[in-house]
DNA sequence: GGAAAACATTTTAGGCTTAAAATAATTTGG
DNA sequence: CCAAATTATTTTAAGCCTAAAATGTTTTCC
């Protein structure tokens, strides 16, 4: 049964609009289990990679931007994409490049660019990854209709903008 | 359109069940979405928490764990809670009883356990900051109805089930 | 043309995170 | 009882991550 106050805005005595302190446990509870579930699938997706290909997720992410690219992407480009930091990104292509599976050069046309690239390795690794990791989220996800799935798109589509929004009135 | 093989299994010539290889990627775009959503959230509400309180996202957690039990938790409770590993909540308690915020003793019934508290100090800050981080989810969840809000929570839950029943699979 | 602003990246300092090994305490089964 | 297994925590080594400052490059605009 709903509380005594169960409107958004209170004339007091005067008639005036006041602010009623509202509740917002809901949204509270839906944060709290988006980050759950994204939290669990998330371990376990970094589990499986290091146990089956000894690579992190945040490798495996990288050269997922990477293979969408045949071209090569520049690293702000990575960076907005896989919404990290800068310095991030550069950390974690030093070591791609290390172990072979990055090529970086600094674009022609503007030196303060530097364009990576999967190599030949790279690609070939990740595609073997890529393929099996997929059956993974399937797994994971298995229990979902299809119907559940289309409208969690929805929802999360839904969510996405209004987070957006959010965080745009914050730093407009 | 459909594509010409839309079912599970095939039958070949000999009548024999043959796995097909699926596609998945419905699921895999689903993962990326969800993945996205916490992200955003996520670095929304880290942001905020520095800018407005000088804390960290991890600390808030913790804090926001032992406000709701006042008798304290061990640390393997905290950690399963948290989802996070042992030693991670070793670090976040030490930084947290040196800044005053946690109180930590060797329970008198199993001497290889910890319990942790808020000390008085630490639940005043954490009350204070709580009550300003359910505005900031409120905002960042603005624009779903009351109806989506109860739709995600429900379709999160199976979500979440599907993948524990998943990760157990693997790891039984 | 050249100073100032904007931009892409790297560096830095500090904190978070994990998996695995080590330590310490308790429980279990002969 | 006591050795072995289990449990709780800490330590370790390595990597991830961020914000802010620093560096080098290009663009803007007077």
Known sequence: MPAVSDCKDMLDSETKAVETPEDHAEELRL???????????EGEVRGRLRQRFDVTLPRFDLM????????????SDVSKRMMVSNGNVTGLVERLVESGHLDRRTSETDRRVQVIRLTKLGRAEFRRMASEHETWIADLFADLTPKDVRELMRLLAKTKASAQKSAARRKP
Chains 1, 2 share one sequence.
């Open 64 to 75: 997922a931007q990477l293979d969408k690219a045949p071209d090569g992407m520049t690293l």
């Open 31 to 41: 944060w709290l289990r988006l980050l759950t579930c994204t939290t669990l699938i």
